[in-house]
């Protein structure tokens, strides 16, 4: 008799809010290949669509926001992004140190903000510190 093989937790999603889709399918792409459930959207109003909890995937734990999402009438979805990812670890990829108002400490503390230009390898290294897996689950989820 062959024992049962153990059950594996659900990979934690990755929510990726960036506007320009070659970059957002590539480094969803990297991320599910280390073994993250990574989806994403090119603004906040798409983000706020998914589920924070949706049946049979792990929940949202890491939020990574392209600075180029942030135009206009940002700070009040982000703040909605924040709130209906409450616990989520928050990255901001920007150009230069944010100031803006949109992306200020009263509306988002940032987890960690990387810098451009960044590379897709050191985007998914950056994720793996933040929000490491275990051994075990370090495998493509595809």
Known sequence: MIPPEPARSLPPRVLLVMPEQWPRALLRAALRDVGYD??????????????????????????????????????????SLVQRYAGAVTMLLARAI??????????????RVVRRPISIADLVAAVQQLLPLPPAERHPID
């Open 98 to 111: 944010p100031s803006a108002p949109a992306v200020d400490a009263g509306t988002v503390t940032w987890t």
């Open 38 to 79: 990574a989806l994403g959207a090119p603004g906040l109003p798409g983000a706020l669509r998914y589920r924070a909890d949706a049946p049979g995937r792990g929940p949202v734990r890491l939020v990574l926001v392209d600075g180029q999402a942030l135009g206009g009438e940002a700070a009040a979805l982000l703040r």
